[in-house]
């Protein structure tokens, strides 16, 4: 593996230019009143209620999801590009989608092998044919970001799904103004505050045609669900409502909420349900989470749904290393990020290749998502490999393989004081008339020594995520 890239240090250990301000107050604030300030920070986020639950504890327990007092901080120009990166991914994603649910030209040219998109579980055949408001399938989109030891940066994966996280963006950035408002006095920092406004303008823009002022509201599978605090906190921010999906009913193809002053109409649906319980009639017959009759009113144009059903064949892994061909056939260009190298282990050459370097590799399941499903070979135990490696020659096709990259770190305040961690970055993108990418988005950090798992559910932690504003 490479050697890390220090986020807040140079090669020579001389603090980089960006970081300098915070720095200097780390430096010349004493350790009781750092600690205080984490202190306070940890009653906060209980107090508000910021916590994740983990699937498959017995306990059911929610954990407070860590969250660290020094920042990551990115310079303007380096902002600029990542930006630049980020709008045309998602560009292409979304052309992508409208291509495979319509004329299908990609898969007709073989850029991409068919039975790779139609034989996917995350294909959608009931969206075949069907024209969205605005074309635009992925209205919320987080994009994982990881810079390598070279220090260039990489598209980890795309998340068109469910682009969770972004509650802890905004409580973090909330967090640090109150305790060091002093630093964001003294320097632009380009603020996150805006995005529920943004999310509401982008939901709106989506409705039906012809709808003056179009109702919106967050459908939640529930308060059991792992995210829960996220959906209520969203649809709080944004002054709509969180309904269940029993809070829903179909009339004549339109969906109606029901109030304590009888039902409303309800246009536009930020749906936090997966595709398969999202209308029993449809889909799952078994789901209680879901609206019968939701699909035929999204398909009679009288509803939309963000994110449109069968957007997950878009972000699966399988799929995932087409993307850079997606730009260069849909937008002419080439990309402006890169992809982490990929191997396809139902491709034989790829899977001996795979077979041979378990150890060295991080090898995951297509449809993983979370922290699961994977494994990171230099970290593994040679049982854990053993046991991998059955998984694999049982199911080729449903893994790929990539290096492990040495995650970049950044100074994290730890038992023993601070030490380097590794980082990820998950930039928050909305797609409407036009594309807007939220400054910054959610770092996120292996809290244990040497992990590059940085997932909430695997015992991750969080950062505020600064851009500079300005010429530097």
């Known amino acids: 593996m490479q050697p890390h890239f220090d986020e807040m240090h140079d090669a020579g250990g001389n603090v980089r230019p960006h970081y300098r301000a915070f720095d200097d107050w780390l430096r010349n604030t004493p350790d009781e009143q750092i600690a205080h300030k984490r202190r306070q920070a940890e009653i906060s986020f209980h107090r508000v209620g910021i916590t994740f639950s983990v699937y498959g504890e017995e306990t059911g327990n929610e954990r407070l999801i860590p969250f660290d007092l020094v920042p ?17 991914r998602v560009h292409a994603l979304n052309l992508f989608l409208g291509d495979v649910y319509g004329e299908q030209r990609i898969l007709r040219e073989r850029r991409i092998p068919p039975e790779l ?12 044919g069907l024209r969205v408001p605005g074309d635009v399938y992925a209205h919320i989109s987080g994009i994982d970001l990881v810079r390598a030891g070279d220090g260039e940066y990489y598209v980890l994966e795309d998340n068109l799904r469910v682009a969770s996280g972004v509650s802890y963006m905004l409580e973090n950035r909330r967090m640090m103004a109150r305790l060091i408002p002093e630093l964001f006095a003294s320097q632009q920092i380009a603020p996150v505050e805006r995005y529920p406004d ?6 709106r823009q989506a409705a039906p045609a012809n709808i003056d002022n179009p109702i919106a509201a967050v459908l939640t599978p529930g308060a059991a669900n792992s995210a829960y605090f996220e959906h209520a906190f969203l649809a709080q921010q944004m002054g709509v409502e969180l309904v269940e999906g029993a809070d829903l009913f179909v009339r004549d193809d339109m969906v109606y909420m ?13 749906r936090r349900v997966n595709d398969d319980f999202l209308d029993p009639t449809v889909f799952r017959p078994d789901s209680l989470l879901g609206v019968p009759g939701l699909f035929a009113a999204y398909r009679a144009g009288n509803v939309t749904l963000a994110n449109a059903p069968g957007t997950g064949v878009a972000d699966d892994k399988s799929v995932y290393p087409y993307v850079p061909e997606m730009i260069r056939f849909y937008l002419s260009e080439e990309p402006i990020l890169h992809n982490v190298p990929t191997r396809m282990l139902r491709n034989p050459d790829d899977l001996q290749y795979a077979l041979e370097r378990l150890d060295e590799l991080v090898v995951k399941e297509v449809h993983g998502a979370g922290g699961y499903g994977m494994l990171v070979g230099p970290a593994a135990s040679r049982a854990e490999i053993a046991a991998f490696r059955e998984q694999i020659v049982a199911r080729p096709g449903n893994y790929i393989a990539q290096p492990t990259l040495s995650l970049s770190t950044c100074p994290t305040f730890v038992e023993s004081g601070l030490a380097p961690r590794h980082i990820d970055l998950r930039p928050y993108i909305l797609s409407g008339q036009r594309i807007h990418v939220v400054p910054g988005g959610l770092t996120r950090v292996a809290l244990r020594e040497g992990s590059l798992v940085v997932n909430s559910s695997q015992g991750g932690g969080t950062k505020d995520t600064w851009v500079l504003e300005g010429p530097e």
């Open 117 to 128: 998109v139609l034989d996917n579980s995350e294909y959608r055949r009931e969206m075949q």
């Open 258 to 270: 029901r109030t304590t002053r009888g039902p409303q109409r309800v246009h536009v649906i930020y």
């Open 72 to 88: 990551r901080i990115l310079p303007a120009p380096e902002w600029r590009m990542l930006e630049a990166g980020l709008r045309q």
């Open 198 to 203: 943004a999310l509401l303008g982008i939901l």
